[in-house]
């Protein structure tokens, strides 16, 4: 049984925290194992709140800084699971995850392994095109001068795959990178991002559907202790949203409810939809990307409307996909939570907007597409590590027909309880 350091998340809780340490660190690379312990540590003395340390250091730079990968070998492939239904949101159907599993060894044998996830137009790319992006990018870091630290390699990475258009695949390298050079240093990523907690709890999604197939599955979700269930809106006509919520909620009577619409109404729709659930005395906790992701006006106006009339938040999430878009929201106070998700920002584009939101007091949500545990995993350890997340959205490896994933994150029906194994721990099969 592995040992936890802490099995209760605090809210306050930032990046790092004493425990975040292990009592020893491998032999292998002990120089660049002591330069990241000594790093690390200061970074995890910060007091509870602080997103930086004494000398305005963001912790989690400090900790990629420290530590300098060498990388052997990278190679990518596809990574094709079925799923147990179709999975239906108001822009795209998905029948099967078609994404990219990416895995990087390094010199001393550390290998770690990351997922490129892809759900067009969600997502800009499909997995061909994430294939062929990621594997050049591994052509790429099989070329690296030896010495570069990971900030560094990471870096490169970016460069090679700028912006939204290639956010996916940058993602699955960016991952496979950090898991090999935290599994060299003996440090499991819940660790490395600051060890506020070793678990998570997440809610489960019900896709666009039939009132009655959404009755069966909220009973069933019940019946297995998920307390918040997301649901997938938009699209269609609102009566056949409306009717689906109320099943919902006759089966779940306790639920708690968020709304996801993926762009899918206008905001006249989204503020209807809000009276009419209010009507049925139904109150969703959150209410996801309601308009379109360039609809900064309807935004403005749905999370505005929504909090005063309904004291409902709003959540960007397409609206989303840059720094860029992270400021604007926090400068036009256009939503008061973000959703976090490595395949639309990569894993640094999200830890600098994760940055910004803490610093102009934004609510975080971390979520993804549709994803294997490769990628939940990564993103699970990085929202344990960290601590402060207010919503918990990682399900999708639930819907899955198959788990080919080895090792990894312990699943006890709505929470994930991470391991003491180096990085995450994890294989594909």
């Given at each position: ?7 209760i ?33 200061i ?20 900790a ?117 050079a935290?599994?060299?240093?003996g ?6 991002f600051?060890?506020?907690?070793n ?5 489960i ?133 973000i ?15 994760i ?47 198959e ?27």
């Open positions: 049984m592995p040992r936890f350091s802490r099995s998340a605090s809210p306050a809780m930032d990046f790092g925290s004493a425990a975040c340490i292990p009592d020893a660190l491998p032999a292998a690379g002990s120089r660049s194992a002591g330069s990241f312990a000594r790093n690390w540590k970074s995890c003395s910060m007091r509870p709140g602080e997103d930086r340390d004494q000398h305005g250091n963001v912790a989690w730079r400090k990629l800084e420290s530590v300098r990968p060498r990388i052997a070998q990278a190679r990518a492939r596809p990574l094709d699971v079925p799923l147990k239904a179709p999975f239906t949101i108001a822009t795209t159907k998905l029948e099967a995850v078609a994404n990219v599993a990416v895995r990087v060894e390094l010199a001393d044998g550390s290998v770690g392994w990351g997922e490129a996830p892809t759900l067009f137009p969600v997502t800009a790319e499909d997995q061909t095109v994430a294939l062929d992006q990621a594997g050049r990018c591994c052509r790429m870091l099989e070329q690296l001068e030896p010495g570069l630290s990971c900030m560094e390699i990471l870096s490169s990475v970016g460069n090679l795959l700028p912006g939204h258009n290639y956010a996916s695949a940058r993602a699955g390298i960016e991952m496979a990178v950090i898991d090999a935290a599994r060299s240093v440090i499991p990523l819940w660790k490395f600051g060890g506020a907690s678990f998570v709890t997440t809610d999604t019900i896709p666009i559907c039939e009132p009655d197939i959404a009755a069966r599955l909220a009973m069933e979700y019940a019946q297995r202790g998920f307390q918040t269930v997301k649901t997938k809106v938009g699209g269609r006509d609102l009566s056949s949203d409306i009717a689906m919520l109320h099943a919902i909620r006759s089966s779940h009577p306790t639920c708690n409810l968020i709304l996801d619409a993926n762009e899918g109404y206008t905001s006249h729709e989204a503020l209807r939809v809000l009276q009419e659930l209010q009507e049925q005395g139904i109150t969703p906790i959150l209410f996801e990307q309601p308009v379109a992701r360039a609809d900064w006006d309807g935004l403005a106006l749905v999370s505005k409307k929504a909090r005063e009339l309904y004291g409902v938040p709003v959540a960007a999430d397409e609206s989303c996909r840059s720094l860029d878009d992270a400021q604007r929201i926090a400068d036009e106070e256009l939503a008061p939570v959703n976090v998700k490595l395949a639309k920002l990569g894993v640094l584009g999200a830890l600098e907007v940055s910004l939101a803490r610093e102009k007091k934004i609510e975080l949500m971390i979520g993804g597409m549709v994803e294997t545990r490769l990628g939940m995993g990564f993103a699970a350890h990085l929202a344990a590590g960290f601590g402060f997340f207010r919503y918990i959205d990682l399900d999708t490896p639930l819907l899955l027909a788990d080919p994933i080895e090792g990894g994150y312990q699943v006890h029906s709505k929470k994930y309880i991470m391991t003491d194994a180096p990085g995450q721990g994890i294989d594909l099969k």
